[in-house]
């Protein structure tokens, strides 16, 4: 099936023979990718609004998936399913992936992975993930129209992270491929103009940015 690389590779993390929720679905690409071409049996894909879940049912019915694929309309983790071990949530900011979390905290027990996805902040992600329990057990880099895109998989389990780690990625840190050189080099030039930008009296941020830059000089060269 037509799916970008973004979302297969998604895809491509999710756990075989797991149960899945995709929050945010939208057109539901990614739930009919998982039961056509990875072989899931069930997945259940959910959105807070009716017109992305009206193009979403037109697409399970084009690839004639309707009997895999349950389309919810609900608030974030409010579509919790029994026996649902996996979420993604993707393409949406981190502080709004982050409420989707905290506010159904009574559902974390039966997850056992999230993929996630966010456009920014994905360091607080990053924070509230370990804090609730859940490690980093991968981070994937893709490019699609000059955009990089993290995705980040989180599985049950504590794990301390520094503040260098957390901010670099514990496993993107040990990757030496070009497209992760060119993301550290975007972030390290993104602080850089942070950094000339912030007005003196923000001590604790000038302090925090410079260390950033540190880090980032540290895995460039
Ligand atoms: C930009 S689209 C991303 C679609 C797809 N996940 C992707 O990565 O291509 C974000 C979708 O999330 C939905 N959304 C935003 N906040 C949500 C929430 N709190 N609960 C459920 N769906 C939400 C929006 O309605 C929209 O369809």
Redesign the pocket.
């Known amino acids: 099936m037509k799916i970008n690389n973004?979302?297969k590779t998604?895809g491509d993390l999710v756990p075989l023979y797991s149960y899945p929720l995709?929050?945010?679905?939208?057109?539901a690409?990614?739930s009919i990718y998982l039961v056509k071409d990875k072989n899931l049996s069930k997945v259940v894909a959910?959105?807070?609004?009716s017109g992305?879940l009206k193009k979403a049912l037109e697409n399970v019915k084009f690839y004639k998936v309707e009997n895999k694929v349950k389309l919810v309309e609900?608030?974030?983790l409010d579509?919790y399913e029994e026996g649902i071990d996996t979420v993604t949530?993707?393409?949406?900011g981190g502080l709004?992936i982050n409420?989707?979390i905290d506010d159904n905290r009574k559902y974390l027990k039966y997850i056992k992975t999230f993929i996630l996805?966010p456009n920014n902040y994905s360091i607080a992600v990053k924070r509230k993930l370990t804090k609730l329990g859940y490690h980093i057990s991968n981070e994937v880099l893709v490019k699609e129209n000059k955009i990089i895109y993290e995705i980040l998989v989180f599985t049950k389990g504590r794990k301390y992270y520094s503040y260098k780690k957390l901010f670099l990625g514990p496993v993107l840190m040990q990757r030496k491929d070009d497209l992760t050189k060119e993301y550290y080099n975007n972030l390290f030039n993104t602080k850089k103009d942070l950094l000339e930008a912030l007005p003196k009296e923000l001590r604790n941020k000038i302090k925090e940015t410079k260390k950033e830059i540190k880090y980032l000089e540290e895995v460039i060269n």
Do not use: F, V, W
């Open positions: 973004r979302l998604i995709d929050i945010g679905c939208d057109h690409l990614l959910s959105d807070n609004k992305p609900a608030e974030g579509s949530i993707s393409g949406m709004n409420k989707i996805s």
